[in-house]
């Protein structure tokens, strides 16, 4: 890729049976009021504790069941074979047991007595009708009913996820996709708009924000939780920010995490395969008598990464593939390219009119020889939680946890970032009413370095210690020299380019000169812009959120309002931002939400209205509205029929707005004061700008920065058609306006815009002599005035034909409406029109768990910032088997991610996904 100074740094680093499931209560002490009679068989007590043990119809054992005290946070869940103990007090008269795990009716039982011997037969529900979540709302409710499109992975489908990082796995759900830039670096997006850094999507572990503070961007789950602590994952699809706030404007993804005083005992999952894969998870919870609990878990991956090697001309290249003037590659580094002219005659230096007007390529380097064999990527991740008990409904929890990751990000370069990460910590105090959270994150960017500015300043060093010609000015120096000599000798221009493109590779710096491993270290460890390719930001968030509902009446009317308030402090010793003076700069934003529910006709009509407020340092408050209605038919309400509008925003990340690096031949600005005027480099028509005549058609004006904003109908339906048959569909239509994107252009810092005689001026120079003329060449974001609207459908459909054999299967469809666009316009959609997953999943032999599932993706156009180009159709079919030992406490597993090794290049100038098989054990003991 040619180093394009102003392309770097903005917007990121620049721009089976199952051994644990989720409870059916989400995250909050059971409230559920359909009650089924449980199947028991009761004995005479033998001891004081509640317990004995959860089994199937079949008298077949449930490990991971979750069984609740109702009304509080007293709870436990079933061992490896299926047995549980839970202390209940009796001395305010009798208890009612809430018993649930995936896939089952959830049970009541109300106990009189203490009794240790309860039996307890649980029946299958293979329709979902008693799946929870807490997201789609923010507070816990049917899945069926929820407002919005929405998805839950469980534990028991989260054990079966066969790719190295989880976020990948969940490519296999409708209307989900998916963006690996290397093996622990995915992004995640729901209808269109893709990229590689899921700015869109707000990931939130527990509801604290995994973004990075500098960067506002979430870097996959490379720094999140362990999956051994994940009880769940939930995905909103689409606008979001009426309950979520800023950056909620393709979705939500929650990931839940377990409580240590349901899931308790130790827990070990030990991995190993291909591309010499270590995996290495452990989680240990305990209670320490009814009050408290505590939980510590940890992880550690290494693995050889893959490695982008696309050498085909990019999109910008302005010559093809294999010319003798050389090109421009997509996965080749820090390219610099010359346009010869008659301006760079000089006494005794002439240029042979015959290159007047070509643009000769000086090649870079490859991302192999940039990172120098540094191929491995690495994470780990600690974390430790303590809960108290102040009542059974109120609960206490403070959490601090950190994780660090080595791995390849792409956006609008290549970075290897190398010991990435955050500390995060947690405080909160929560019953089944409402919450008070208040979180701190801290991001700090270890030895990460960005691959085209470590290959453009090798380009750029001297040819010898100590001199002053550099290995750029020698290569075009010499390659004029030898083409002149080549036609003088008599060869054709083609050959004799040949001739000169030999001659002057000859003179480059080399991979395996002694010298590239001295300056390649020097370089990537030096954090100074414009000298070194490190990058250096240590920022801060801080945010505190409380929430209450209220049940207004008994005619069905619920509301919850909230309120959160969000700090930043941006630090990065003047890298990055405008730091310079030592002080982090300040920002921030606050909001308050409400909702308003109200149910008719023996609640099977919902209506939803929330809206949410927010205001920002420096942009104008924003108000985000939805309206819901649900209808629910049948016995037991299974079709449910949704519909609603939404509006939502993304306000500018803090590098759009505080952005402040200069790279000596460039900087980059952050657009948050009274905006630019400035000079593009080319008019309408394409043609670059000539000294000496007008810069009236060349002229360009940048506004400051707003936010990004969509309106989004959608309708959709969920249910069970016939009693094994599960259906989801949705269809939405959005339109978007104000996305921020960025440019570059000549101005001057202070937003002005320059004199002709000041950019003649800076011209000689390259806009990078002071003395000679204040205008420099500018990068800043700014929003785009056109309007982009979009639509799609996604269908699923599950046959749960009985436990050893599942079949799913979901489609999904975007397209991007081209009526209303300019020829040219580039929308960065980035999406496959067409995609579908088939699956099939079940338990076979009593404790055999298989699934497999097969993905395939359409060819689509994607116009990354790094890249733009044609992705091609890619297929994927990943598979998993898991045999459970329950009297070992253990479950031998095998699983393998893309099995054919098909070609699955899933972002334009990212790497090829390869085959990864492995095998491990996972032990789960309470």
Do not use: C
């Not at 120098?372 to 939680?385: H, M």
């Amino acid at each position: 890729m040619q180093y394009v100074y102003s392309a770097l740094l903005l917007a990121a680093l620049l721009p089976a049976n199952p051994v644990t499931a989720a409870p059916a209560s989400g995250l909050h002490p059971p409230r559920l009021t359909a009650k089924r009679k449980a199947v028991v068989k009761l004995t005479d007590p033998t001891g004081p504790p509640v317990g004995g043990v959860v089994l199937t119809t079949a008298d077949e054992p449930l490990p991971g069941a979750t069984i609740f005290l109702k009304g509080t946070y007293i709870g436990t869940s079933t061992n490896q074979v299926g047995k549980f103990n839970l202390n209940a007090a009796f001395d305010k008269g009798p208890v009612e047991l809430v018993v649930a795990f995936v896939g089952y009716e959830t049970q009541f039982l109300k106990l009189e007595s203490a009794n240790s011997e309860l039996r307890i037969n649980m029946v299958p529900s293979v329709t979902l009708l008693n799946e929870t979540v807490v997201s789609a709302s923010r507070i816990e409710e049917n899945i069926l009913r929820a407002p919005v499109t929405i998805d839950k992975v469980s534990g028991k489908q989260l054990e079966r996820i066969s790719t190295p990082e989880v976020l990948s796995g969940l490519g296999q759900l409708a209307g989900v996709d998916v963006n690996s830039a290397s093996m622990l670096f995915t992004s995640i997006s729901t209808r269109g708009f893709n990229t590689a850094k899921s700015e869109r999507v707000i990931q939130l572990v527990d509801y604290m924000d995994t973004a990075l503070p500098s960067l506002n961007l979430s870097p996959g789950n490379l720094v999140g939780i362990p999956e051994l602590d994940m009880e769940s994952i939930e995905i909103i699809h689409g606008p979001a920010s009426s309950l979520y706030g800023s950056n909620a404007l393709s979705g939500v993804v929650l990931f839940n995490s377990k409580d240590p005083f349901v899931y308790d005992g130790l827990s070990v999952r030990l991995r190993g395969g291909q591309r010499n894969l270590q995996d290495a998870q452990v989680r240990y919870a305990k209670k320490l008598g009814d009050k408290f609990a505590f939980k510590v878990n940890g992880s550690w991956f290494r693995a050889d990464d893959w490695i982008a090697n696309n050498y085909n001309a990019a999109s910008n290249s302005a010559n093809p593939a294999g010319s003798p003037l050389g090109y421009d590659a997509v996965n080749r580094y820090g390219e610099i390219s010359n346009v010869y002219t008659p301006f760079q005659n000089q006494p005794g230096y002439t240029v042979n009119p015959e290159l007047y007007g070509k643009t000769v390529y000086m090649p870079g380097f490859n991302e192999q020889e940039l990172i120098a064999g540094d191929q491995k990527t690495r994470s780990y991740r600690v974390q430790g939680a303590v809960s108290y008990l102040i009542k059974d409904d109120l609960k206490l929890t403070v959490e601090a946890k950190r994780g660090v990751g080595t791995s390849t990000y792409q956006n609008l370069s290549r970075f290897r970032i190398k010991d990435l990460g955050t500390n995060q910590y947690r405080v909160e105090l929560k019953n089944s009413r409402g919450f008070i959270r208040a979180y701190s994150t801290e991001d700090f960017t270890g030895n990460s370095y960005e691959l085209s500015q470590l290959s453009s300043l090798l380009l750029n060093s001297p040819t010898t210690e100590g001199g002053t010609t550099k290995y750029f000015q020698q290569y075009f120096f010499v390659y004029n020299q030898a083409y002149g000599q080549a036609r003088a000798g008599g060869l054709s221009p083609e050959a004799a380019q040949a001739t000169a493109h030999a001659a002057a590779d000859g003179t480059q710096l080399k991979s395996t000169d002694g010298r590239f491993a001295t300056l390649r270290d020097k370089i990537a460890n030096d954090d100074q812009p414009g000298r070194g390719a490190q990058q250096n930001f240590n920022s801060f968030l801080n945010d505190i959120s409380a929430q209450r509902s209220f049940h207004l009446s008994d005619f069905g009317t619920d509301m919850i309002v909230g309120a959160a308030y969000r700090a930043y402090r941006l630090g990065s010793g003047g890298k990055l931002f405008a730091d310079t003076d030592g002080k982090r700069i300040p920002n921030y934003e606050y909001g308050a939400y409400a909702q308003l529910t109200q149910t008719l006709l023996d609640t099977r009509l919902k209506f939803a209205l929330a809206g949410r407020l927010d205001n920002f340092k420096n942009f104008e408050s924003a108000f985000s509205p939805r309206a819901a209605v649900v209808y629910s038919l049948g016995d037991d309400k299974q079709h449910n029929f949704r519909a609603s509008y939404s509006q939502a925003f993304r306000s500018p990340s803090n590098t759009d707005q505080y952005l402040y690096s200069d790279l000596g031949t460039f900087i980059l600005l952050g657009n948050v004061g009274d905006g630019f005027q400035g000079y593009n480099f080319t008019n309408a028509a394409g043609q670059p700008y000539t000294p000496g005549t007008s810069l009236s058609g060349y002229e360009v004006s940048l506004a400051k920065l707003r936010l990004e904003r969509v309106n989004t109908t959608e309708v959709g339906y969920k249910g069970a058609i016939i009693p094994n048959v599960y259906v989801d569909v949705s269809y939405f239509r959005s339109r978007y306006n104000d996305f921020i994107g960025g440019t570059a252009f000549v101005g001057n810092v202070d937003g002005t815009r320059p004199t002709p005689l000041q950019v003649n001026r800076g011209l000689a120079s390259g806009f990078t002599n002071a003395a000679a003329s204040p205008a420099r060449i500018i990068y800043a974001s700014y929003n785009n005035e056109q309007e982009v609207r979009t639509q799609g459908a996604t269908f699923g459909i599950t046959y749960y034909l009985d436990k050893s054999l599942n079949l799913s299967g979901n489609y999904s469809l975007n397209v991007l409406d081209r009526s209303n666009l300019p020829a040219g316009f580039r929308t960065f959609f980035n999406t496959p029109k067409h995609k579908f997953n088939i699956g099939a999943s079940g338990v076979v032999l009593r404790n055999l768990t298989y699934s497999v599932n097969y993905r395939w993706v359409e060819g689509h156009n994607q116009e990354m910032p790094f890249a733009a180009g044609r992705i091609s159709s890619y297929r994927t079919t990943d598979a998993y088997l898991g045999y459970a030992v329950p009297k070992l406490a253990t479950t031998f597993q095998a699983g393998v991610s893309n099995l054919f090794d098909a070609n699955n290049i899933q972002i334009i100038g990212g790497p090829q996904i390869g085959r990864l098989a492995y095998l491990g054990l996972l032990f789960n003991v309470k």
